[in-house]
């Protein structure tokens, strides 16, 4: 059964909530009128009822991407292609700041690889060793899997270098060193362009924690000054204005992807080509992989 199936039952079931919940709400409304000492408890009934409405309609609202297959894409393609040029020149420093093992490859593989064919250098920072995804017995074999893993991508992409900074799976956003961290690495490499999450305006429906906080990590440090300024380009957003032509890289882009056995399988991380070939369609490319671009502040 398919993801999509999956989606539009579970959309289903919360239609059905929200519809019962809505004439739950308009039923203790008409008896709230009544004087026969219930009057507590038919205020109570409503709270929970609009509770219902507004917990069904958000719900709703979140998961729409997934049940109509529709993804954010730039209003303005010709302005689109025209803001992702930039990164593609020669001769730049790149940092991508990521969650994961897997995560750079997924989401600006491609526009990495093209960077990389320019001339520029390009570092890559791993959060976590992805202990609690899945492909292995117990957390520290899959740590262990998963870097290797990383290592092989990025000896396929071509990396400049790749650190781990090897804090715990899921535990991102409790790391009270995450942005000492990132900014001594941002000292050191004088990035021109800086690739990550999009904390600000997060793709629904798949938000994760480590996601927003590494993306939240760098913008907070470009917000308090703590680095110098650099471009962003932001992934996984949900106010997408630039594209990057990825169709002359996208087969190194898969290479990568499948050098993540554990996590892809079977699949080999086409799902991810599939999404480029969509953007692509969008702004007039093959493939494109989508961002929101941020200019330093003055």
Known sequence: MSWRILAWIAGGIVVIMLVGSLRLAVATLKSLSKRDGRQGWRALRLLLSLFGVLLGTYSLWFAWPMLTGRRPMPKNPALARALGEPITRSGLSIMVVVAHPDDAEWYCGGTVARALGAGSRVTVVVATDGERGRGAPDPETLSVIRRKEQEEAARIMGYTRVVFLGIPDRGVSRARDLKARVAALWDEVKPDAVLTFDAAFPARPYIHPDHQAVGRAVLKLLAEKRVQPAVLYLFSSSSPDAAVDITTFV????????????????????????QNHASGKAVNFTYAELFRVVSPLP
């Open 251 to 274: 087969e190194r882009k898969l290479a990568a992807l499948q050098a993540h056995r554990t996590q892809f399988g079977m699949t080999g991380g086409r799902g991810a080509i599939e």
